[in-house]
Structure formats: structure tokens, C-alpha cells
């Protein structure tokens, strides 16, 4: 195991189940939203307002993202060598 086998465990971290990490990157996107609409909705989100948004609508592209490579992947999984 050399560091090139490391480092590339480390970039690919959570790409062998792509589908549930996607569906929990949705479920922290509403998360962030509802939040966001609480603290709006009783005067204390301020400048945190713009910085939730952004993380929501980070988390719903990645898990489009993620949601593309467990449809292209998923064909091969089914396959038996």
C-alpha cells in the first residue's frame, strides 16, 4: 500500500455508494434551507443568510453530480465477470 494508493482512496472517499451520499447531500441541502427560512423568518439571519443558501444549493449540485455517476455506474455493477 504506497501513498499513491492513499491518496486516491482519499480523493474517492464515498464514491462506492454514490446514491445514499447523494440522497443525504439532499436531505443537508433542505436542512440548510429550512434553517435558513427560520432565522429569516424571526429577524436573526442577517449575513449568515447568503452563506446557508450557498451551502444548500452546493449540496444539491454535488448530489446531482453524484446522482449522474450512480446512474453511468450502475450497469456495471449489475454485471457478473
Given at each position: 500500500m504506497g501513498t499513491h494508493h492513499t491518496t486516491?482512496?482519499?480523493?474517492t472517499l464515498g464514491?462506492?455508494?454514490?446514491?445514499?451520499?447523494?440522497?443525504l447531500r439532499v436531505a443537508i441541502g433542505i436542512y440548510?434551507?429550512?434553517?435558513?427560512?427560520i432565522l429569516y423568518s424571526i429577524g436573526h439571519?442577517?449575513?449568515?443568510?447568503?452563506?446557508?443558501?450557498v451551502g444548500a444549493a452546493l449540496h444539491f449540485v454535488l448530489a446531482g453530480r453524484l446522482f449522474r455517476?450512480?446512474?453511468r455506474d450502475h450497469d456495471r455493477r449489475l454485471q457478473f465477470r
Open positions: 486516491k482512496s482519499i480523493f464514491s462506492r455508494y454514490p446514491r445514499p451520499i447523494a440522497w440548510l434551507m429550512v434553517l435558513t427560512a439571519a442577517g449575513q449568515w443568510t447568503w452563506l446557508l443558501l455517476i450512480a446512474h
